[in-house]
């Protein structure tokens, strides 16, 4: 007898504030919202069962709706402040759509993650069996070669090493969170684990993939990166 097919739900996070660019969430990405890269791209996901938007702002909800997710709720305002995390939204998101083995968490400011990017992440946790997976990008710099300044302006190492004396080859390749994508086991997820313990799967995306809107800056360079089609590098 087969197994039973894996039901994945995809969380897509998108409050209505943000400080430093109003309506970030919405706001037009190559005549498109930015909301929508993402939307577009879990429900092309081959993994993912469902796809809802988490938000407290009807303005979004109504904008997901139109681009094919699904609002089963509206997010409660104490989940949509500065001091909420992430996981709590999550757990939250998980309660109120049961019957799921993994969440997946997406962040619509990760607009050039791909649904393949998605896919393999899933597929590092199912496959291995691992509580989560994430994605993550190489650093352009090892920490072993970064400061701190303190007070004063004076430079403190990061890492307290011989590390800036040697070659960049000669030091470990460095990878950091990029925010695109999180997996969790749902069972793991409402028992309180974090997404991001030392046993979770590292899915590695090229720089390209893995820009993180913040700020107006970051919108101009990403459709720049789409104008030219870095983003389709590997």
């Known amino acids: 007898m087969n197994a039973p097919p894996v039901k994945i739900l995809a969380v897509i996070t998108a409050r209505g504030g943000s400080k430093e660019l109003p309506h970030k969430n919405i706001y037009p990405l190559d005549n498109k919202p930015l909301i929508a890269w993402t939307i577009d791209a879990a429900l092309n996901a081959r993994l993912v069962t469902r796809v809802i938007v988490s938000t407290d702002d009807?303005?979004?909800?109504?904008?997901?709706?139109?681009?094919?997710?699904?609002?089963?709720?509206?997010?409660?305002?104490?989940?949509?402040?500065?001091?909420?995390?992430?996981?709590?939204?999550?757990?939250?998101?998980?309660?109120?759509?049961?019957?799921?083995?993994?969440?997946?968490?997406?962040?619509?400011?990760?607009?050039?993650?791909?649904?393949?990017?998605?896919?393999?992440?899933?597929?590092?946790?199912?496959?291995?069996?691992?509580?989560?997976?994430?994605?993550?990008?190489?650093?352009?710099?090892?920490?072993?070669?970064?400061?701190?300044?303190?007070?004063?302006?004076?430079?403190?190492?990061?890492?307290?090493?011989?590390?800036?004396?040697?070659?960049?080859?000669?030091?470990?390749?460095?990878?950091?969170?990029?925010?695109?994508?999180?997996?969790?086991?749902?069972k793991r997820l409402l028992d309180g684990q974090e997404l991001v313990t030392q046993n979770t799967k590292a899915f590695i995306m090229p720089k390209s993939r893995s820009i993180d809107i913040d700020d107006l800056f970051d919108i101009r360079l990403t459709e720049t990166i789409i104008k030219h089609g870095f983003a389709d590098q590997i």
Do not use: W
Request: aromatic share 6%; with cysteine.
């Open 58 to 186: 009807q303005e979004i909800a109504t904008i997901s709706k139109t681009y094919g997710a699904d609002i089963p709720f509206i997010r409660p305002l104490h989940l949509a402040t500065d001091e909420a995390s992430s996981l709590d939204v999550l757990v939250h998101a998980a309660r109120q759509c049961p019957g799921y083995d993994y969440v997946v968490l997406l962040q619509p400011t990760s607009p050039l993650r791909t649904s393949l990017d998605i896919d393999q992440t899933i597929e590092l946790c199912t496959r291995h069996g691992a509580h989560s997976s994430t994605s993550v990008c190489e650093t352009e710099k090892p920490p072993n070669k970064m400061y701190y300044l303190d007070a004063y302006g004076d430079m403190n190492k990061i890492i307290n090493d011989d590390g800036v004396q040697k070659r960049r080859q000669e030091l470990p390749h460095c990878f950091a969170l990029n925010g695109a994508t999180y997996v969790i086991q749902t």
